[in-house]
Nanobody, 122 residues
Framework: QLQLVESGGGLVQPGGSLRLSCAAA????????IGWFRQAPGKEREGVAC??????YYADSMKGRFTISGDDAKNTVYLQMNNLKPEDTAVYYC?????????????????WGKGTLVTVSS
């Protein structure tokens, strides 16, 4: 059974950084694409970035401040977030989809983690 567990969220001041982790169990990252998504209060869930077979893909609005990476040995995907803004406040989710390439679409993911809350506030 696939399991995804996010961690690393918390309260950070504007301009600060956080690194989120998505630990995968029950499957190998080699055969799956992992996406990061977020859902702000009162808004729809949106895609942030996708990691697949060592390649990185980003939503246009997320380019520049966010970096997605993976560690096959740890079966973990990370999301480094820099220069955070109050509008980045959201629950961040990771999700997995079997396959490769830029395939991290909101409606197409196979399994989801429970999310980790990021709050950007002074």
């Amino acid at each position: 059974q696939l399991q995804l567990v996010e961690s690393g969220g918390g309260l950070v001041q504007p301009g600060g950084s956080l690194r989120l982790s998505c630990a995968a169990a029950g499957f190998s990252l080699q055969y799956y694409a992992i996406g990061w998504f977020r859902q702000a209060p009162g808004k729809e869930r949106e895609g942030v970035a996708c990691f697949s077979s060592g390649a990185q893909y980003y939503a246009d609005s997320m380019k520049g401040r966010f970096t997605i990476s993976g560690d096959d040995a740890k079966n973990t995907v990370y999301l480094q977030m820099n220069n955070l803004k109050p509008e980045d406040t959201a629950v961040y989710y990771c999700a997995a989809r079997m396959g490769s390439g830029n395939i991290c679409y909101l409606a197409g993911m196979d399994d989801w983690g429970k999310g980790t809350l990021v709050t950007v506030s002074s």
